[in-house]
């Protein structure tokens, strides 16, 4: 049961970056779409977490502030994916998603006394390889390709991702691993408020069209985002291992969406944009050891 557990968090943490990819084709060019996808993401995920919340009720008042803290994070995550799937490369951007690992583990080296390994130290060097891979390349021809916006988008999927992490750390730290579904309730739901607040000037003339047409893809982003931490959440209960656990969900959430990118919406890479994929997978495994 618990490779079970683990292949589905590799599912879902792949369906988050295909959803976006998926909502983005159903919607190019339609003037308000990211707003409407800012918002139903996160309502997705308000939904799975009030229904687990409920099963389990809890408050505490001390959790709020982490809530906000998440949620800026969450929100910046949200509008890096969707942008970074429209300007570049999806599975460049399922590697960066990745990647936000190590600034997870950058910031437990210097604020939690996390032990520096030789493994962790390799494992940010070929990031960094890999990432030099994917980037140096000759820039791809294509108008729906920007490689100065992927990269700004890029930076807000990385930034958001280990933000996320790291916040909710902290609030597992603060509070002894307790009022989980509580803390995550009121994160995606205030980001939901943060999504709302930001659409007020947007033009929304399309929304009802755009709902209509791919609201199933932005829910399976924000549910996925949901069930691939409710997974993670039950393979630590029943203790697998870490060296198991995080490289596999890491590692098999990227190899998962480059094949569906690859061979459902035939996006091409280069050579060395392959290979550093390939290193990229080896860092993740390194950075969770």
């Not at 599912?11 to 139903?40: E, H, M, P, W």
């Not at 408020?193 to 755009?210: G, I, M, P, T, Y």
Request: with cysteine; aromatic share 14%; hydrophobic share 55%.
């Amino acid at each position: 049961m618990s490779y079970f557990y683990l292949f589905m968090a590799m599912v879902f943490s792949a369906a988050i970056t295909v959803g976006s990819r998926c909502y983005n084709q159903k919607n190019q060019g339609v003037d308000g779409a990211d707003g409407l996808y800012r918002l139903l993401v996160p309502c997705a995920g308000t939904l799975m977490w009030l229904v687990l919340w409920l099963r389990e009720p809890s408050f505490d008042l001390g959790v709020l502030p982490y809530s906000l803290l998440y949620s800026l994070c969450y929100l910046s995550f949200t509008m890096g994916m969707l942008g970074a799937v429209k300007t570049g490369s999806t599975s460049l951007t399922g590697l960066v998603k990745q990647a936000a690992l190590v600034g997870v583990s950058l910031w437990g080296f210097v604020f939690w006394d996390t032990r520096f390994t030789l493994a962790a130290g390799f494992g940010i060097g070929l990031l960094i390889l890999s990432l030099g891979f994917c980037l140096i390349t000759r820039e791809q021809r294509s108008e729906t390709y920007d490689i100065r916006k992927w990269l700004l988008f890029a930076a807000l999927v990385a930034v958001g991702n280990a933000g996320c992490s790291i916040v909710q750390r902290y609030q597992q730290m603060a509070f002894d691993y307790g009022h989980k579904n509580m803390f995550m309730l009121f994160s995606v739901a205030f980001a939901a408020v943060w999504a709302l607040l930001l659409s007020l000037k947007e033009n929304k003339q399309n929304w009802r069209s755009a709902a209509k047409a791919s609201w199933p893809f932005a829910f399976l982003a924000g549910c996925s985002g949901a069930a691939s931490n409710i997974f993670i959440l039950l393979l630590v209960k029943r203790q697998l291992s870490p060296v198991i656990l995080y490289p596999g969900v890491a590692v098999g959430g990227l190899m998962l969406t480059t094949l569906i990118t690859f061979f459902g919406f035939r996006e091409k890479l280069r050579p060395l944009q392959w290979l550093g994929l390939a290193v990229g997978a080896v860092s993740l495994v390194l950075l969770n050891l």
